[in-house]
């Protein structure tokens, strides 16, 4: 399992995967700890369809600018690369490895609860990311945002059913 930087296939389609995500994220929907987004089921697509690698860059990078974008939100940016990288990597990885209805929930499974742990570990350890008191607040906001965001994993199937080739590939 390798990302190869010299398939312009594949850098084309982790840069567009990686703008899908920023697109999807940058919208603020507020709320009163923060903001939600649908990033995360650009994230889930990416994923499932291309797999850990397109689905790291894409997540952790589009993330990370839509934070940066924002400019409210940029001091966010490092948590969002690692967790939502960390959250496009693990979610590919279980699906090329069982690619089937199970690992299609197992992996969206484990994609949220990445999501929800590392933000809640990231602003709990860093005070400038919220402390405590906020992360608690914030943990039913970003279950949410997980829940919303699964419906990747709904598109993907439906994308899947209609054009076969879409399938995860064991040279990512």
Not at 75 to 99: D, E, K, M, N, T
Not at 130 to 156: D, K
């Amino acid at each position: 399992m390798r990302f190869d930087l010299n398939n312009p296939a594949r850098v084309a389609i982790t840069a567009v995967m990686t703008a899908l995500v920023l697109a999807l994220t940058r919208p603020i929907v507020p709320t009163p700890v923060g903001y939600t987004h649908l990033g995360d089921s650009a994230i889930f697509f990416a994923a499932f369809a291309f797999g850990p690698w397109v689905g790291m860059v894409a997540g952790g990078l589009g993330t990370a600018l839509a934070d940066l974008l924002t400019g409210t939100y940029a001091v966010f940016a490092p948590l969002s690369l690692v967790v939502h990288g960390l959250q496009g990597f693990v979610v590919g990885l279980i699906y090329l490895r069982r690619p089937d209805g199970r690992g299609l929930a197992l992996g969206t499974l484990a994609g949220g609860l990445i999501v929800v742990a590392g933000y809640f570990l990231g602003e709990t350890l860093v005070p400038i990311w919220g402390g405590p008191a906020a992360a608690i607040g914030e943990l039913p906001f970003n279950v949410i945002q997980v829940l919303i965001g699964s419906v990747g994993a709904l598109i993907y199937l439906a994308v899947a059913r209609a054009y076969p080739r879409l399938r995860p590939h064991s040279n990512d």
